[in-house]
């Protein structure tokens, strides 16, 4: 791969008026620089922009090699053509649009390799920028303008900076290839997540997660705001699950499915629903329930084969705060739901030396939520998963319900999911009462060998599901599969059943 050095001298060059030149966005007087570094049969190559003079002054150290060549201009051009390699070739995605199949070149730069302007950012650390769009297909073209020295950007090593900035920016214009209709959310957490994918070893896909695990209860089908909303950097976490569940080419499907849905009505989350149902088995809805199940096995709760991999050294979800059950362990607490979206509730629990008790959510407008609790003793062997699932009753209520039995006192963390879109604000109520003697009904059951009906048992662990006719949660074969404890096919009636 050939390094060529251009330059253009101190004053405003009508060729590049809509690019940043000396007089725009350059200081008026300096000299534009830049290194080239072609790419391969399949990619662009890139060329890097820089000066050496005023406060856009690029990092001046040159010593591999020292070529009178900041080592910052060349190490971006590299860095440049393996993400190339790896988004597209490797992953799959489509190639950004070259800018001098639709422009002069005089005007972008004078070829056809991928430009990036380095200069100084007052806030941030780079930005793709769009100069041009085909009117018909909705999708565009530009460049990216990015750090001029990572002085200030608390990254260990100029590598790790051009790995972060490039792989994220350049997503971007990949992403610019498909459809500039998108969601922030999308947008920014998909661009996040091929930083963590091409790098894994940087640690800005941790801290930008963080965010999000930090305010769960934020509906996600709500607008983000703006790119400057750190919270739609930290939907990364999302798309990261999709990744991890049902296999990284499900995020090239999406971008698929955005580009050929352009001009209609939805968004990424209804192309999202519409692949996991034709292709997956699965929807939306169930992974959202899924995704925030995962979230509670995150930090010092990490279980890779219950949630993701890796997770242990991330943020832990945000809890509410910690509520404590009567001696005899009741309890009542009010959380409020919105759309996508959950709430971690934990109750300190006393030691009822393994009685049995009836753990109830209720939502009073009837819109229907998931609700999922865990036994937790700070151990992983007794984290026990419930899954609570009803449907709406006569008096508008939706309401679930299951038998619960401990020893010792652990915590009950219940977590509440908003599978509804669109929902408003909603106050949910989780109760723990004295059991209900509920009337048999006609079930078919599975046979000993899968699942047995009972109680407790100090120290095991135990899966308690509950089925009603108005919600059916399918199952889908994962990358990493999770045995499921069984099937039962249920009217209204509540049973406990053991993992055997």
């Known amino acids: 791969m050939a390094l060529v050095v251009w330059?253009?001298?101190?004053?405003?060059?009508?060729?590049?008026?809509?690019?940043?030149?000396?007089?725009?966005?350059?200081?008026?007087?300096?000299?534009?620089?830049?290194?080239?570094?072609?790419?391969?049969?399949?990619?662009?190559?890139?060329?890097?922009?820089?000066?050496?003079?005023?406060?856009?002054?690029?990092?001046?150290?040159?010593?591999?090699?020292?070529?009178?060549i900041p080592d910052l201009a060349p190490l971006i051009a590299s860095t440049g053509n393996r993400v190339h390699q790896y988004l597209v070739d490797t992953l799959g995605f489509r190639p950004p649009l070259v800018d001098t199949n639709h422009l002069p070149a005089a005007s972008v730069g004078g070829d056809s390799l991928f430009d990036i302007y380095l200069m100084?950012?007052?806030?941030?650390?780079?930005?793709?920028?769009?100069?041009?769009?085909?009117?018909?297909?909705g999708w565009c073209f530009g460049y990216v303008a990015m750090e001029n020295d990572f002085h200030q950007g608390g990254y260990p090593s100029l590598q790790i900076a051009a790995d972060v900035l490039v792989s994220h920016e350049y997503f971007h214009a990949i992403g610019a290839a498909y459809s500039t209709e998108v969601d922030v959310k999308w947008n920014e957490g998909s661009a996040v997540w091929a930083e963590e994918k091409f790098n894994p070893e940087q640690e800005d896909f941790e801290r930008l997660i963080g965010v999000f695990l930090r305010k769960p209860w934020r509906p996600f089908d709500r607008s983000a705001g703006s790119a400057f909303d750190g919270w739609a950097y930290g939907t990364g976490l999302w798309v990261w699950f999709l990744d991890e569940r049902y296999g990284e080419s499900i995020v090239v499907d999406i971008w698929e499915g955005l580009d050929a849905s352009r001009g209609e009505v939805g968004s990424f989350l209804d192309v999202t629903d519409t692949l996991l149902r034709s292709d997956y088995n699965s929807s939306l809805e169930e992974a959202w329930v899924e995704f925030s199940q995962w979230n509670f096995f995150t930090g010092s709760r990490s279980v890779p084969s219950r949630s993701y991999s890796g997770s242990e050294g991330w943020e832990e979800v945000a809890q509410e705060p910690l509520e404590l059950a009567e001696d005899s362990g009741n309890f009542s607490v009010e959380q409020q739901a919105e759309g996508l979206s959950s709430r971690y509730t934990p109750i300190s629990l006393p030691d009822l030396g393994g009685k049995e008790k009836q753990l109830w959510v209720?939502?009073?407008?009837?819109?229907?939520?998931?609700?999922?609790?865990?036994?937790?003793?700070?151990?992983?062997?007794?984290?026990?998963?419930?899954?609570?699932?009803?449907?709406?009753?006569?008096?508008?209520?939706?309401?679930?319900?299951?038998?619960?039995?401990?020893?010792?006192?652990?915590?009950?963390?219940?977590?509440?999911?908003?599978?509804?879109?669109?929902?408003?604000?909603?106050?949910?109520?989780?109760?723990?009462?004295?059991?209900?003697?509920?009337?048999?009904?006609?079930?078919?059951?599975?046979?000993?060998?899968?699942?047995?009906?009972?109680?407790?048992?100090?120290?095991?662990?135990?899966?308690?599901?509950?089925?009603?006719?108005?919600?059916?949660?399918?199952?889908?074969g994962r990358q990493r599969l999770r045995p499921h404890p069984c099937s039962i096919s249920r009217t209204l009636n509540l049973r406990a059943v053991r993992l055997q």
Request: charged share 20%; proline share 6%; net charge negative.
């Open 7 to 68: 330059e253009l001298l101190g004053h405003t060059q009508d060729a590049l008026a809509q690019r940043p030149s000396p007089g725009n966005e350059y200081q008026e007087g300096v000299v534009l620089r830049s290194v080239a570094e072609s790419g391969d049969n399949s990619g662009p190559g890139f060329r890097v922009w820089y000066v050496e003079e005023s406060i856009d002054a690029i990092e001046p150290r040159d010593t591999d090699p020292q070529d009178g």
């Open 362 to 476: 209720e939502v009073e407008d009837g819109v229907p939520v998931s609700a999922t609790a865990y036994l937790w003793d700070g151990t992983v062997s007794a984290a026990i998963p419930l899954e609570l699932v009803s449907g709406v009753t006569e008096d508008g209520v939706f309401r679930v319900s299951t038998k619960v039995s401990w020893s010792g006192t652990p915590r009950l963390v219940v977590v509440v999911t908003g599978t509804v879109r669109g929902a408003g604000q909603r106050t949910v109520r989780i109760l723990m009462r004295e059991v209900v003697v509920e009337p048999e009904v006609d079930a078919e059951m599975p046979s000993p060998s899968g699942c047995a009906a009972g109680g407790s048992s100090q120290g095991g662990i135990f899966l308690i599901a509950c089925w009603a006719a108005l919600l059916f949660l399918r199952r889908s």
């Open 120 to 137: 100084n950012f007052g806030s941030g650390d780079g930005s793709y920028r769009s100069e041009g769009c085909l009117p018909e297909q």
